[in-house]
């Protein structure tokens, strides 16, 4: 029984794959999204609530490429201020279309977007030396990678693909969120009955000084984990992760490949550790799965949007929930 | 005496006239400012309540340009989309610093931002023909400008310099405010106890339509007058706008100018009459004082940024109160 659900959404909830990301494009999938979102919505009660978190990947990558390319004109920003600039835009999108999503069903209830840092170990092992496993924007030649390199001595560069002459990229930290900072406001205005947009792209990553003071990182957080944290803050019993596979699987990609309907927490850390999951992509979602119910909460469902209400009633989806 | 304020930041609180914009030289703008703000809330009772606007000239124009120098590579967003980023980016910034002064200060406050659409009429005369009004984003030579224009035929271009070659711009409507859309969200935060900043740029502007479904438009709602709508809706008892002059000017530029210490609003509605405060610029901060005056609010307070403190002790600034 859904009380207090986060759904969490992935980048094709917002621009797919074969998408170059318009604004036209953008709405039009918001709009797809949340009318799912709105069912979701008419089917609980009115002191339920509802927090939704998103990815901004296709969006930051936009965005990343805009400030490389006016670079001459105007200064690029930091990758923390371009996340926070992504929740705006998301946010506005999301909200706008779940307004008004809800307003063909005759639903009242309020949406609002919180702009949301998520407070990251400033001794991340991610944040130390060469570790920074998060490709981001473009893909350069390795003559233009050293060439921006030069003008920023702290980007760090890899050879992402092994063929190919654009193979290099910029790579971030993509470190473990710890808490997040605005989880009180959030909470309030659950427990008030808004639906709350936060957390976006995994959150703007910060740390704290000595003196307790937050700073920004250039760095992603991955938005499961980081939604997890949200979750267990807003007292959410349902975790809902929206991707492009109906259902999880093990020996992912391999001929005996099969399909989970349900496993219990155990066993989805067995599977952990025996590495059936994509690095970066099923992996961390199945670690946030895991997080969200040894701190309490009762199910985590892992599914495609189009299949959201089926999966919500038991008939599709995998399910993990406690031994 | 205060009990709830509603702080309305001009353009020079984020980034200085003289400064491009990098993120180093936002952060530094952003922490003066928010050290002014906690000295506010240093002199502020527990249950007393602030809420912040901002304006975002410079950042939207930064990005306007952004999407124009990449629109080969990657789509240009709306201006409502482009907007919402601002709220996320300039939000973001000012939350952190605002967080980090009032840790220094010993003060838990705590601080969030709001992503926020402000509705406009869809009948609004800005919006009709050619009456857009407000100059966005870069400068063209005719010949450039209406190459842009052979792409985005919706878009108006005028000259707004009367000699140099780079003398035409995009402009688009200002329209009025009508409502702060998520006002009830807002009030919710700051009677809890929360610093609220929102109606960034003055808000998202949207139009409804027919069935209710709001839409965004390619607009700016000038800040001051979006600022005071939230002003109303939180129940603000004072207003207080920052700007680049320490006291509102009668016969601006002329050899008989002269400083305003106070005036009513009866005074100020006889000013505005006979024109003595610049269009798009003291005469909308001026209006909104009114405004605010005429729906219940105590004081009005117009000053620059380094005397705050002063002004709200009836020491300096431009004072405007009811009849």
């Not at 004109?73 to 506005?92: K, L, N």
């Not at 605005?182 to 008030?192: F, P, Q, S, T, Y």
């Not at 399909?259 to 670690?287: N, Q």
């Amino acid at each position: 029984m859904v009380k207090r659900i986060l759904v969490a959404l992935g980048g094709n909830a917002i621009k797919q794959a074969d998408e170059k990301g318009s604004p036209e494009e953008q709405f039009r999938n918001c709009m797809i999204t949340c009318k799912l979102l709105a069912e979701i919505v008419k089917s609980m009660e009115k002191n339920d609530g509802m927090i939704i978190t998103h990815g901004n990947g296709p969006q930051i990558g936009n965005l990343m490429v805009q400030q490389e390319e006016a670079r001459q004109i105007v200064p690029a920003q930091t990758m923390d201020i371009v996340g926070a600039m992504t929740q705006g835009q998301i946010g506005y999108m999301l909200q706008q279309a779940l307004l008004n999503c809800l307003k063909d069903e005759g639903i009242e209830t309020p949406v609002c977007v919180i702009v949301n840092q998520v407070q990251i170990d400033k001794n991340d092992p991610e944040l130390l030396g060469k570790a920074a496993s998060k490709p981001v924007g473009n893909f350069f030649t390795e003559e233009e990678a050293m060439a921006v390199k030069k003008e920023h001595p702290e980007y760090i560069f890899k050879k992402v693909k092994p063929v190919g002459e654009k193979a290099w990229r910029r790579t971030v930290p993509s470190p473990y969120p710890m808490a997040n900072v605005e989880g009180a406001a959030i909470r309030k205005l659950v427990d008030a009955g808004f639906i709350v947009i936060a957390s976006g792209g995994g959150g703007i990553p910060v740390i704290q000084d000595e003196h307790g003071r937050y700073k920004g990182v250039e760095a992603v957080v991955d938005k499961d984990l980081a939604g997890e944290r949200l979750a267990e803050v807003c007292n959410a019993n349902v975790f809902l992760i929206l991707t492009d596979m109906e259902k999880v699987k093990l020996n992912f990609g391999k001929p005996n490949e099969q399909d989970v309907d349900k496993m219990t927490d155990t066993e989805a850390k067995k599977y952990l550790e025996e590495e059936h999951f994509i690095l970066g992509s099923m992996e961390p979602k199945i670690k946030a799965c895991i997080q969200f119910l040894e701190s309490g909460g009762e199910k985590a469902i892992i599914t495609s949007p189009d299949k959201t209400v089926e999966a919500l009633e038991g008939k599709t989806g995998t399910l993990i929930y406690r031994n």
